[in-house]
């Protein structure tokens, strides 16, 4: 069974980079899209963006300038940057993969338990 | 961007009622649109994915239909541990985007 956990620090200053990482048990980053999605009680759900298995990347317009997401030399695990952070980047931050079926329809099957990161001096 | 919504925002409901919960988008997703359900303090729950597919180990009490822009999620008869939120989401377009969920409370 896969598991993904995220960690990284839970308190950022503003202005500072926020880094966090996500652990793959029971499987690795060799096949579909590993996502970072947040969720804050102002803005919803929102989807950062996702690390293809052969490295492709793709962002949301709105953080794009901010996020990097990269992938560890031993694929299990896989980390997500943003910089210049806000009070608005106050959020639970999930990472989950996502994957296409036999059929061609993709789902979001396996998610972290999330991890709140607050931005504050 | 593509907008989601959804209706209602909350809805109070009775064990062993039937409940729709509706998700509109502001332009057509094929069929990338999914259901997560989210308990408080837990991550999201894949429910259904391309419109209508039931994620394994999902109880068949969930179905999901729609196509085009207008998709519905339907409970038939709820359970206890139905009461949570429920987001719709679509991967069709970049960036991928929620709606903004559905609250269904303990009549």
């Known amino acids: 069974q896969m598991q993904l956990r995220e960690s990284g620090p839970g308190l950022v200053k503003p202005s500072e980079t926020l880094s966090l990482t996500c652990t793959v048990s029971g499987g690795s980053i060799n096949s579909d899209y590993w996502n970072w999605i947040r969720q804050s009680p102002g803005t919803g759900l929102e989807w950062i963006g996702y690390l293809h298995h052969s490295g492709t990347t793709n962002y949301n317009p709105s953080l794009e300038s901010r996020v990097t997401i990269s992938m560890d030399m031993s694929r299990t695990q896989f980390s997500l940057r943003l910089t210049s952070v806000t009070a608005a980047d106050t959020a639970v931050y999930y990472c989950a993969r996502r994957k296409i079926d036999v059929a061609g329809a993709y789902y979001f099957d396996y998610w972290g338990q999330g991890t709140l990161v607050t931005v504050s001096s | 961007a593509i907008q989601m919504t959804q209706s209602p925002s909350s809805l109070s409901a009775s064990v062993g009622d039937r409940v729709t919960i509706t998700c509109r988008t502001s332009?057509?997703?094929?069929?990338?649109l999914g259901w997560y359900q989210q308990r408080p303090g837990k991550a999201p729950k894949l429910l259904i994915y391309?419109?209508?597919f039931l994620q394994s180990g999902v109880p068949s009490r969930f179905s999901g239909s729609g196509s085009g822009t207008d998709f519905t999620l339907t409970i038939s008869s709820l359970q206890p541990e139905d009461f949570a939120t429920y987001y719709c989401?679509?991967?069709?377009?970049?960036?991928?985007?929620f709606g903004p969920g559905t609250k269904l409370e303990i009549k």
């Open positions: 391309g419109i209508s």
């Open positions: 989401l679509q991967d069709n377009n970049y960036p991928f985007t």
């Open positions: 332009q057509g997703v094929s069929n990338d």
